[in-house]
């Protein structure tokens, strides 16, 4: 079995999930779609369990947003807090052996925050500075997570970043 990623999951939820409001069978089917893409082998998710993942998301969205590394590892370290954050290996669905960091019985928000958090967490300890953010392609909303190989991103995609570029020199030729 593939290992998880648990950057390229929170990547995907986030841009699947609603900004804030009410949540539907149709976002719960698109985040349980999202998270069969990144080895979570769940059937499908209540309402009440989709607006927890959801309410989670917006959280892990706001951290996004922050782009000064310092605040960002605090904030990554009062998401510890809140959810209790405790290591202990884990296996489970033929999984390989991997860290959780949610209590047992969390449900899917605290469970996304701490794993986000903890993989967020690993990305500055490891280049000691943020690789995400939200694209600054005008129109774009949607967010990226590098896993720092490389310079320092601002579009989400080769795309977006061309459409940006070739926007810039059309401005500078007017």
Do not use: K
């Not at 976002?27 to 927890?52: P, Y």
């Amino acid at each position: 079995m593939e290992t998880i990623r648990p950057l390229a999951r929170l990547e995907a939820l986030v841009n699947v999930a609603p900004a804030a409001g009410q949540v539907d069978e149709e976002t719960a089917a698109c985040l349980v779609s999202a998270l069969h893409e990144h080895g979570e082998t769940l059937e499908r998710l209540e309402l009440d369990e989709a607006a927890d993942l959801t309410a989670a998301l917006v959280r892990l969205r706001e951290l996004l947003l922050i782009d000064d590394v310092d605040r960002a590892a605090q904030q990554i370290n009062v998401i510890f807090d809140e959810v209790a954050a405790r290591p202990r290996l884990s296996r489970h669905n033929d999984s390989p052996w991997h860290i959780h960091v949610d209590p047992a019985d969390a449900g899917w928000g605290s469970w996304l925050l701490a794993s986000s958090a903890l993989a967020l967490a690993g990305v500055i300890q490891e280049h000691g500075r943020r690789t995400w953010g939200r694209c600054e392609a005008a129109g774009c909303e949607r967010y990226y997570i590098g896993d720092g190989r490389g310079g320092a991103r601002r579009y989400c995609s080769a795309r977006c970043a061309s459409r940006s570029r070739v926007a810039r020199h059309r401005s500078r030729q007017r």
